[in-house]
């Protein structure tokens, strides 16, 4: 899910043609960096779950390495056009992988994830991810019901020109994250080179049978 992060590879034109993840240009009130997610295409049988995390993932690496740590991010998803089928095609251990990864790995400070148009899809939705869920983050969802009850969060002219705001139409701002992407190819690259080599792990390959805890047991620790 996070290698192959060629942006001419297909899985990455993939995701560019059926989603939208950009950084919006202006800031909370609070000075939050707003992360837009949005699906661009809503046929199910295009929709892959493990190439748009790992578009959003290029994205967030990309708006770091230009900008800056920051005070804190906020996620908005709208779920316009979001299906049961869209939902059968994300798979429980992928799903697991993202969550762990967002909430345990991300490296910025996560402070709100704001979901929009959910539908009556919304239950399914969240009985899908709260398994995954620690307390903390489910507590930074917000499910918005209105478009009133959005803008109280986030402030009108913080978004695209579609919804009325002064931000850039969802047109541009797909246009210019690619173009951007394209651009950074070489630091997509670099990245590349910093994963760790396998083969030199004293006793073997990493197995991590527990799922993302300790690997092996601890029946044969000895303390002085």
């Not at 990455?12 to 295409?41: H, M, W």
């Not at 690496?61 to 908005?76: A, P």
């Not at 709208?78 to 993202?98: C, E, M, N, Q």
């Not at 695209?160 to 630091?187: V, W």
Request: net charge neutral.
């Amino acid at each position: 899910m996070f290698r192959n992060r060629d942006p001419l590879s297909a899985p990455v034109q993939n995701a560019f043609r059926t989603t939208l993840c950009s950084i919006l240009s202006k800031k909370t009130p609070e000075g939050y960096v707003v992360c837009f997610f949005k699906l661009l295409d809503s046929n199910p049988s295009n929709f892959n779950f493990e190439n748009i995390i790992r578009f959003a993932d290029m994205v967030n690496t990309l708006e770091r390495f230009q900008c800056g740590i920051s005070t804190g991010h906020v996620l908005l998803l709208d779920l316009a056009g979001l299906s049961l089928g869209h939902i059968a095609r994300v798979g429980p251990l992928s799903l697991k992988t993202f969550l762990f990864y967002l909430q345990e790995a991300l490296p910025v400070r996560l402070k709100k994830i704001h979901v929009y148009n959910a539908g009556q899809f919304v239950n399914t939705l969240m009985n899908l991810v709260k398994p995954f869920l620690n307390k903390e983050t489910a507590e930074k969802v917000i499910i918005h019901q209105s478009f009133d009850s959005l803008t109280k969060d986030i402030p009108l002219e913080c978004l695209p020109e579609d919804y009325g705001g002064s931000e850039q139409s969802i047109a541009e701002l797909h246009a210019k994250i690619k173009k951007n992407l394209l651009e950074n190819k070489a630091l997509y690259e670099w990245e590349e080179t910093l994963i760790l080599d396998e083969k030199k792990r004293p006793g073997g390959k990493f197995m991590n049978t527990n799922t993302y805890g300790a690997d092996g047991t601890f029946k044969k620790l000895q303390l002085d």
